[in-house]
C-alpha cells in the first residue's frame, strides 16, 4: 500500500522559511514524479513544483510555477524515499495547504490532479504579515 505523508507546515512571517517534507513508502523511488500542489483559501489547488527521476538517467527532472521560482528548491533523498520542498522568502500569497502527490514515471509538466495516483493529507502553510 502506497502512503503519502507531508510534514513541515507551520505558522511562520513573511520572509521567512520552511521546510516541508513528503515521505511515501511502498512506491518505488527510481523512477517517479512527486509534485506538490497548494490550495489557498476560497481557491483551487494548483501546482506548486516537482521532480521527476528516470531510472534510465542519472539526473532529475524539476518544475516550479512562475510565482515561486527563485524562491523554492525541491530535492529528493531517494534513500529516504522521501521529497523535499525548501520554501524561502515567503510571501502571504504563499498561504494555503500544500499536497505532495505521487506518480510512476517521469513527467514534463506538472499536469492535472487526476493525472496523480497518491496523495497525501496535507500541511498547513500560513504566512503572516
Known amino acids: 500500500e502506497v502512503q503519502v505523508v507531508e510534514s513541515g507546515g507551520g505558522l511562520v512571517q513573511a520572509g521567512g522559511s520552511l521546510r516541508l517534507s513528503c515521505a511515501v513508502s511502498?512506491?518505488?523511488?527510481?523512477?517517479?514524479?512527486i509534485a506538490w500542489f497548494r490550495q489557498a483559501p476560497g481557491k483551487g489547488r494548483e501546482g506548486v513544483s516537482y521532480?521527476?527521476?528516470?531510472?534510465?538517467?542519472?539526473?532529475?527532472?524539476?518544475y516550479y510555477t512562475d510565482s515561486v521560482k527563485g524562491r523554492f528548491a525541491i530535492s529528493s533523498d531517494d534513500a529516504k524515499n522521501t521529497v523535499y520542498l525548501q520554501m524561502d522568502s515567503l510571501k502571504l500569497e504563499d498561504t494555503g495547504v500544500y499536497y505532495c502527490?505521487?506518480?510512476?514515471?517521469?513527467?514534463?509538466?506538472?499536469?492535472?490532479?487526476?493525472?496523480?495516483?497518491?496523495w497525501g493529507q496535507g500541511t498547513q502553510v500560513t504566512v503572516s504579515s
Open positions: 502527490a505521487a506518480e510512476f514515471g517521469p513527467r514534463e509538466s506538472i499536469g492535472r490532479l487526476t493525472e496523480y495516483d497518491y
Open positions: 511502498g512506491f518505488p523511488f527510481d523512477d517517479y514524479t
Open positions: 521532480i521527476s527521476s528516470d531510472d534510465s538517467t542519472t539526473y532529475y527532472t524539476t
